[in-house]
């Protein structure tokens, strides 16, 4: 049974965290991580400050690349290549098979959602953790895999808000009381982000109640034979 953790970690004790180090009041999102073969590729947005940003980065010993995928106003959404293996923390992510649902980072801290497979995976990942020195403040634990096991479902705190905003503007009403370029001015990203967080947004409360509820009725309800 999977398990989300919700942590922080000071952003100066993680190699992602040095390389996307950031200035003043300005943060980074970072959307998901692809794996590709022995590495994973991070995608993540940035507003304001792209010059100085890139250049920052690129000059990273750990970094092979930084790709600029799009950008909409003041905001950039980035892929980087680089040597994951420098990254105590992402190393153990992937040891443990893991998967990044929502990370934010300032110049103070970086806070994740984190989905491990089982408990037991979780808890390898805090001793893994303990055994590195890397100083993980676990904020949340919860199992979203049944509906009254978690408060939201599995969603991430980012989607939550975009999808009770849709909610609340008339998104899903007909006809339709707001746009995705309007949500996007409200929350200060690309209409692109916003489709994406929607999308991600009903795809995991679907999959954490109606299809649970369908599996749940399933597996009560007696068979014939013929």
Known sequence: MSVIVELTLPTREFELGRILQMEGDTSITLETMVPMGERAIPFFRLRDGRSAFEETVSDHAAVDDIHVVNAHNDETLYALDWEIGADTFFDGVMRMNAHVLEATGTAQSWAFELRFPTHESLADFQEYCADTDLPIAVERIYNPTKPDAGPWYGLTASQRKTLSRAVEAGYYSIPRGTS???????????????????????????????????????????????
């Open 180 to 226: 995705t370029e309007a949500l996007a001015d409200e929350f200060g990203i690309s209409d692109q982000a916003v489709t994406e967080r929607l999308r991600r947004g009903v795809l995991t409360l679907v999959t954490n109640t109606l299809l649970l509820s369908a599996e749940d009725n399933a597996s009560t309800t007696p068979t014939t034979d013929g």
